[in-house]
């Protein structure tokens, strides 16, 4: 059996690993599909998002990652999967992943939507929450898997012109790796 899981994973979080992980357990083969979203602007280009993705899932034998432009249920088709796999945080993704599940249905008759409640650790955890805090020069290696954080921290560094300094950028890397880290028992000495 295979499940599709589409989304735009802008960036991928821990909450779409958790649901991964756990469709890997329920499914033959799960798809991670990049979904092309023109009318959105996205933080990271497709090709970054899929490489994120992999990186992220490379334990997991049983994911295949791609992405596609259009219905999903017409990618469905094309790669016979008979279930849309999506993860519920509240009560509001209900009402909005209940509707899409019904309208898939009348345009594939025979596709399925599996709906995974989110862990309660990611139950406030989106892209845009990841987004906001590192926007605003705040840590998300608690949010995100190291490679991806790493490359949210360089993006909004270039974005916000730090990365014309390279030493500034180093810096601001360095403190937001030392901010996520836990304390040791001798503090360092703050700079002179």
Same mark, same amino acid.
């Given at each position: 059996?295979?499940?599709?899981?589409?989304?735009?994973?802008?960036?991928?979080?821990?909450?779409?690993?958790?649901?991964?992980?756990?469709?890997?357990?329920?499914?033959? +083969?799960?798809?991670? =599909?990049?979904?092309?979203?023109?009318?959105? @602007?996205?933080? %990271?280009?497709?090709?970054?998002?899929?490489?994120?993705?992999?990186? &992220?899932?490379?334990?997991?034998?049983?994911?295949?990652?791609?992405? %596609?432009?259009?219905? =999903?249920?017409?990618?469905?088709?094309?790669?016979? $999967?008979?279930?849309?796999?999506?993860?519920?945080?509240?009560?509001?993704?209900?009402?909005?992943?209940?509707?899409?599940?019904?309208?898939?249905? @009348?345009?594939?008759?025979?596709?399925?939507?599996?709906?995974?409640? =989110?862990?309660?650790?990611?139950?406030?955890? &989106?892209? &845009?929450?990841?987004?906001?805090? $590192?926007?605003?020069?705040?840590?998300?290696?608690?949010?995100?898997?190291?490679?991806? $954080?790493?490359?949210?921290?360089?993006?909004?560094?270039?974005?916000?012109?730090? $990365?014309?300094?390279?030493?500034? @950028?180093?810096?601001?890397? +360095?403190?937001?790796?030392?901010?996520?880290?836990?304390?040791?028992?001798?503090?360092? @000495?703050?700079?002179?």
């Amino acid at each position: 059996m295979i499940a599709i899981y589409p989304g735009s994973f802008d960036p991928i979080t821990f909450g779409h690993a958790d649901i991964i992980e756990r469709g890997c357990k329920l499914f033959d +083969r799960v798809i991670v =599909t990049v979904v092309r979203n023109p009318s959105k @602007t996205p933080l %990271f280009t497709v090709e970054q998002r899929i490489e994120q993705i992999r990186c &992220s899932t490379q334990h997991l034998p049983n994911v295949e990652v791609d992405s %596609f432009e259009g219905l =999903t249920v017409n990618y469905a088709k094309i790669r016979q $999967a008979k279930v849309l796999l999506r993860g519920l945080r509240v009560l509001t993704d209900f009402e909005m992943e209940l509707q899409m599940a019904h309208t898939n249905k @009348t345009l594939l008759g025979e596709i399925e939507t599996v709906f995974l409640a =989110t862990s309660n650790e990611y139950s406030f955890l &989106s892209s &845009s929450v990841v987004k906001e805090i $590192a926007k605003f020069g705040g840590s998300v290696d608690h949010l995100v898997p190291k490679h991806v $954080a790493l490359d949210i921290y360089k993006c909004y560094a270039s974005r916000n012109q730090i $990365a014309s300094n390279p030493t500034l @950028t180093a810096s601001a890397l +360095r403190m937001n790796h030392l901010r996520t880290q836990p304390p040791s028992e001798n503090p360092p @000495t703050p700079p002179e």
